[in-house]
């Protein structure tokens, strides 16, 4: 996989341009650390061994970890299935800023899965604020037959009539 490629086979000479379109293909995907980010929300449900880190140029390791975001409000990578063992290796994972109200930013979410992640690093960005409140409306002053709060200062005495006071020293 090399981002942005286009009518790629799958091969090495001619390599897909997204892990969408290459994880269907088998149980093995190879990603070049293009200069650009694949920018897409990849969901795996079953085993994969996904690697990153590779030359472009000639598919040897360099380590340059292979970028990978995701639309915002969008997870960049989702693991899931109750048998996927999922090895994830030598990837930077950043998610936008969340921009719908009451929505997360997450790097990566791994559901039920056994997963190893290897020279991975995963930035999160800000959540968005929640949802606005409901209006309340209009509240009692004071209980009823209860006292107000006018009387700052003095209480009235335990056991006794209310219309008692005592100063508060």
Do not use: H
């Amino acid at each position: 996989v090399r981002a942005g490629a286009t009518d790629g086979d799958g091969s090495t000479d001619k390599p897909l341009g997204s892990l969408v379109e290459a994880l269907p293909m088998g149980n093995v995907a190879y990603v070049c650390a293009a200069p650009d980010a694949l920018n897409e929300a990849v969901t795996v449900n079953d085993d994969k061994l996904i690697f990153g880190g590779l030359a472009c140029a000639d598919w040897k390791y360099t380590a340059e970890k292979t970028k990978l975001t995701a639309p915002e409000n969008q997870v960049p990578l989702r693991i899931q299935g109750n048998t996927s063992t999922v090895t994830f290796d030598d990837f930077e994972v950043t998610a936008s800023n969340a921009t719908t109200p009451g929505l997360s930013s997450i790097g990566i979410f791994i559901d039920a899965a056994t997963v190893s992640l290897s020279r991975v690093d995963i930035t999160a960005g800000n959540g968005a604020p929640g949802m606005p409140g409901a209006d309340g409306g209009a509240q009692a002053a004071a209980a009823p037959g209860g006292n107000t709060g006018a009387a700052a200062g003095t209480v009235p005495p335990s056991g006794g009539p209310a219309s008692t006071t005592n100063t508060c020293p």
